[in-house]
């Protein structure tokens, strides 16, 4: 079973990239889409009902902004969207969907940086990861199968960075936000990346797109499939896909033993 994350930072745009070309040769069975930016009325059906797909999307209340997307081959039984914390929830950033066992959470993490570069978001990013990971602990705890995708918007390790020296003020590596990415491992959650690569290097899943960044790749790594307890003897391969192009973003993804969903 083939799960994919991947934040393609609109989807109107990512469409005319060949978003379509990439879906039917993924081999995926669940794909989760961050930065989708628009509502389904805005975008085509090819898209929003696209044959032997499900399509689950929700958008955020600001126009053009956030949204996450589900495509799966087999319907979810339940997809939920709202932590139940107004201020979180109207910013369109996770569905939580369950297929038997196995609960599947596709999630665009906030950006720290604020309008003004200043990290004054910072506050509302760490309040954003407490509330997610507090709504999936009962399952975790329970030993259910879960898995959490997505743009977590953080560089857990300097490893994770190309620049860790340079960056050590901005958002996206500070000490704050990387002690939250340490505190949910500590609850038992598991980088798949980390856990089947080790300590490899130059992974990475984003990159500015000034400077050639990507050319030279001068990247970051913020796209992540964390695992429960219960998800990770299903495990069977972790991956970055940093030759998909169409977002300043590539895909990430696990492979895992179909029983996951019992």
Known sequence: MRVLSWNVNGLR?????????WLAASGA????????????????????????????LVAAERQGYSGVGLWSRAKP??????????ELDVEGRVEIARWGRLTVANVYFP??????????????????????????EPARAAGEPVLVMGDYNTAHRPIDLARP???EGTSGFLPVERAELDRVLALGWTDTF????????????????????????????????????????????????????????CPVGVEVDPAIVG
């Open 111 to 136: 950006n720290g940086s604020g309008k003004e570069r200043d990290n004054s978001r910072v506050p509302y990013k760490l309040d954003f990861y407490r509330a997610l990971f507090d709504r999936l």
């Open 194 to 249: 980390r856990h089947v690569k080790g300590d490899v290097t130059d992974a990475y899943t984003w990159w500015s797109q000034m400077f050639k960044a990507r050319a030279k790749n001068v990247g970051w790594r913020i796209d992540y499939v964390y695992a429960s307890p219960g998800a990770l003897p299903f495990l069977k391969d972790a991956f970055i896909l940093p030759d998909v192009m169409g977002s300043d973003h």
């Open 29 to 56: 069975d669940v794909v989760g889409l961050q930065e989708v930016r628009s509502p389904v009325s805005e975008l085509p059906v090819e898209v929003t009902a696209p044959k032997d797909w499900h399509v689950h």
């Open 77 to 86: 039984d339940v997809v939920e969207t709202l932590l139940g914390r107004p």
């Open 165 to 167: 020296k340079a960056n």
């Open 13 to 21: 745009a990512c469409l005319k990239k060949g978003f379509l070309d």
